[in-house]
């Protein structure tokens, strides 16, 4: 095989959020560099989607069918899995809230899923022994919120900060582990979180010219970033915030 320092050959990779977007992209492309999966998300069909895109399926990825809003399930999830070399953090919700409309019931449910869920999965990981050394975690945040603010993103902002926050004290507790911890923080990505039918096609295409580089991300932009943070590459790389968003904050 050619050199190449992004190979994932003979890791083992977690990838939560995985029957969609950002998370099926990053499953696919670590398959074709080499790992096995172990494939994460709430809707069973699409793990089961994204399982029959893997390269080489004599790696036996597997695939766990689970609601990570619920850390039972998490908890009975990890005791059962093997160790792993890496975690993509990728599963997320969002819903567009201006100030005024803001309920405890909407915080609590979006940060449950997009903050919590991966902390208490990190948790696990790391108490039970399941995340081998060196290792490497990978949180998707977001430039909303990190680096940029817009209007109605208040939740889903807040909880992508606290994400970044939370990345930056486990990579500086994890380093002596042999653990390390970064973050993507993408722009706007074309995945069917976009809107949710609350921003019509002309506004995001008028949206668009607000990128330098003329468009939204594919998912596929983000996951090979996350490739990048997951590889032996990115082996002197801990506590960073990789912003991937076509120039948009440079604005």
């Not at 959020?17 to 492309?29: H, K, M, P, R, Y």
Request: proline share 4%.
């Amino acid at each position: 095989m050619a050199y190449n320092p992004y190979s994932l050959e003979g890791k083992t990779i977690m990838v939560t959020g995985a029957g969609s977007g950002i998370g099926l992209a990053t499953s696919v492309e670590c398959s074709k560099m080499g790992a096995r999966l172990l494939l994460v998300d709430i809707n069973p069909a699409g793990l089961l989607e994204t399982k029959a895109m893997l390269d080489a399926p004599e790696r036996e990825h597997l695939t766990y069918a689970i609601d990570l809003s619920d850390e039972t399930a998490i908890a009975d999830m990890v005791k059962e899995m093997p160790s792993v070399d890496g975690c993509s953090h990728n599963a997320g919700i969002t819903n567009l809230v201006p100030v005024q409309f803001i309920t405890s019931d909407e915080i609590e449910r979006i940060h449950r899923v997009n903050f919590v869920a991966p902390v208490i999965l990190t948790k696990f990981l790391v108490k039970k022994k399941k995340l081998n050394r060196p290792g490497s975690i990978v949180f998707t945040a977001s430039a909303g919120g990190v680096f940029c603010a817009s209007v109605g993103n208040a939740i889903y902002a807040s909880s992508k900060c606290a994400v970044d926050a939370y990345m930056r004290t486990a990579a500086l507790e994890l380093a002596p582990k042999g653990i390390r911890c970064n973050s993507v923080n993408p722009g706007m990505v074309e995945t069917s979180l976009i809107g949710r039918g609350q921003v019509t096609a002309e506004q995001h295409e008028k949206d668009k010219e607000n990128y330098p580089l003329g468009r939204y991300g594919q998912p596929i932009d983000i996951a090979h970033a996350i490739i990048f943070l997951l590889s032996d590459a990115s082996s002197w790389m801990t506590g960073t915030a990789l912003k991937i968003d076509g120039g948009f904050t440079l604005k």
